[in-house]
């Protein structure tokens, strides 16, 4: 099984539970549900089936913007049904089959998106998990974290002992160095600014601290979603990493063979900024080619006037990308932005201007640091 396929097929909520169990420790707070499905074609993340509320579900664009809302109206092992009477829609979500399929409200159902992640809500006070199918062992990949049940960013792991924090809008802004995990914890360095990052998987928080020194809270942990196997780094030298309130649940201790492992943290993406601020509605498209595999692929935004503002971020060694921007003008789209560029520059792409007169713009001076405007 390729670890595309790992990471897509969908499983059952019975083996959900047992790839959790690890996490939860607590037989009480086994009883899991679906809450959340991820979806996309192709591998690519499109967007979100969040459930808001019992019986309630919003789908969320890949910038974490509602688009439609749904009622949920039938749920077993296997598959999750809901329906927007408003569009007269309905959608099946099919657990087993790694699909969500759709159609008329009462007539035959078609295929729309894979199923890319599902997220398993514990009942009770328990961390949620989610889950990818395969006989490989499951770890955390992804910590989506924030304050008083808001998600206002995530940690995501690579594979190869590096994470990479983004902020809510999916923006990178720091990256990290893992030098220890364990059933209770993950623990990151960022050598560069001095500071150590404990993920409390026990306890839902995550701290930081500069290296050798206390730590105090940072972050509530709103859930976990885990993959396969992501290599943990070597052991060695232990370093002790202060309990942040003196309690009996410290975070786990920070190890490293070669202190030059975290020294360099892994460069930040790349990224294109896209700005809208025509008075009228506008659309961005933008095609790249994948790094190693050279297969093309490609993001439309939403529909929308302005003010708005994306941060594309792009995976190391994607090139031949191409940005377009388009008006739609008295109800025809209308090209008036269409640049290539070879690799990500972090330079800003901007529809501007009035009906009557719009202008696509390119910021000639690199952008603002990540995480702001242009």
């Not at 927007?84 to 657990?95: F, G, P």
């Not at 998600?151 to 995501?156: I, N, Q, S, T, V």
């Not at 993950?186 to 560069?192: A, F, N, P, T, Y």
């Not at 972050?219 to 003196?246: H, R």
């Amino acid at each position: 099984m390729n670890p595309t396929q790992i990471l897509c097929a969908a499983i059952a909520v019975s083996l959900c539970l047992a790839a959790t169990s690890g996490i939860s420790g607590d037989p009480a707070r086994a009883q899991n549900v679906i809450t959340s499905v991820e979806f996309g074609t192709n591998g690519e993340s499109l967007g979100r089936y969040s459930q808001t509320e019992p019986g309630k579900w919003v789908e969320l664009d890949p910038s974490g913007n509602p688009r439609f809302e749904f009622t949920e109206v039938s749920r077993d092992d296997l598959t999750i049904g809901l329906e927007d009477r408003s569009r007269n829609i309905a959608l099946t979500i099919d657990l087993a089959g790694s699909a969500i399929a759709y159609g008329v409200i009462g007539e035959q159902q078609e295929p729309l998106y894979e199923i890319l992640l599902t997220s398993a809500a514990a009942t009770g006070s328990g961390t949620d998990v989610s889950v990818a199918a395969g006989d490989a062992t499951m770890v955390p990949s992804r910590i989506i974290f924030g304050e008083n049940g808001t998600p206002g960013g995530e940690y995501l792991a690579d594979g190869n002992g590096n994470w990479l924090e983004r902020n809510s809008a999916g923006e990178a802004v720091f990256s990290f160095q893992e030098i220890t995990r364990s059933d209770s914890g993950i623990v990151l360095q960022d050598k560069g600014r001095n500071l150590l990052l404990s993920i409390d998987l026990a306890n839902r928080k995550i701290n930081f601290g500069e290296i050798g020194g206390a730590q105090s809270f940072l972050y509530d942990i709103i859930e976990v979603q885990l993959a396969a196997q992501v290599p943990a780094a070597p052991g060695g030298v232990e370093t002790a990493v202060a309990s942040p309130d003196g309690g009996e649940n410290p975070p786990p201790v920070a190890t490293t063979s070669d202190p030059a492992l975290a020294i360099a943290p892994p460069p930040v993406p790349s990224q294109v900024k896209l700005k809208h601020n025509g008075w009228y509605q506008g659309r961005f498209t933008v095609f790249w080619l994948a790094p190693e595999t050279g297969e093309e692929m490609s993001w439309t935004s939403n529909e929308q006037t302005a003010p708005y503002f994306e941060a594309l971020p792009f995976q190391e060694g994607s090139t031949s990308i191409r940005i377009v921007g388009e008006a739609n003008i008295r109800g025809a789209w209308t090209i008036i932005l269409d640049r290539e560029i070879d690799r990500p520059s972090n330079k800003c792409y901007v529809l501007a201007g009035t009906e009557l007169m719009q202008s696509g713009e390119v910021s000639d001076e690199p952008s603002p640091s990540l995480g702001d405007d242009c």
